[in-house]
């Protein structure tokens, strides 16, 4: 079985415990405009160029079969992307690792195999792999056997989605994880359907179900400035975390604005939106409320 991966990164700290290779699946349903993966949303493959490495050696238009690149103002580079068919050609023949496609198809075993090398470090440190996007559970057939396939080789795994996943796919794939981190971004549904493009609820839902299995849970809530730091916002999180009783840890993931930079590099930065990074005044105050109502809290995971 093949699934699309875009990207694989080791030594991550912040995404379960101990040290982490973090295997990052294409594919969400949701659609955040802060995201901060914007290369993960569709589950297909795209294009992606990086002016900053760019020499403006214009191989990339020499090779390009379909002429689906030229130079534009000042000699930058400009990508017809309703021309470009994904070839690749333009990123096998820059030298300067700029231009790529982003999401490569990947067996189960090949994946297993690239994370295996990193055992010794989820030895010593209680790590472990972590399987993250976009959602992962948009490729919930292959996240099975991923998880099956790292539980077979003994490696401990935790997946993290934004919980909006339907017909018992979270719950198989929790039934086969260590740890289920579980994002919560809004608990007004009008405000979650204008900023994530979707209702809370199948979310909250699935958060409650979760909650009530054997599954460990940490939530995971990205602050936004303007957004949900506001008291109100973290109040009602509260008051839906309290009672669900086995999720006891909370990690607050501050915004930054790094996902407009790789937004531009698809060609999609006018699908999202620049905010404001949360005061450390504001985050202070949704972390003491969420530590005055017993949660154990971390910033950054
Ligand atoms: S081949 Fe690479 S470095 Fe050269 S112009 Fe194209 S993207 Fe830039
Ligand atoms: S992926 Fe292929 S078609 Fe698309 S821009 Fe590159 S060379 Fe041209």
Redesign the pocket.
Known sequence: MTGRVFDIKRYSIHDGPGIRTTVFLKGCSLHCLWCHNPESISPDPE?MHRPSRCSRCYA?IE???????SKGPGGTIV???A?????????E?CLYDA?Q?VGRAMSVDEVVGEVERDRIFFEQSGGGVTFSGGDPLAQPAFLEALLDACRGRNLRTAIDTAGASSNGALERAAAKTDLVLFDLKHMDDGKHIEMTGISNRPILENLEKLAAGPAEVWVRIPVVAGVNDDDESAARMIAFLSPLGTVRRVGLLPYHAGGLEKAARIGRGEDFRKFESPSGERLAAVEAAFRRAGFEVHRGG
């Open positions: 294009l990339c090779a390009c079969p379909p002429g689906a690149i990508i017809d992307r021309s470009c068919d994904l070839c690749g050609q333009c990123a023949a231009m496609v």
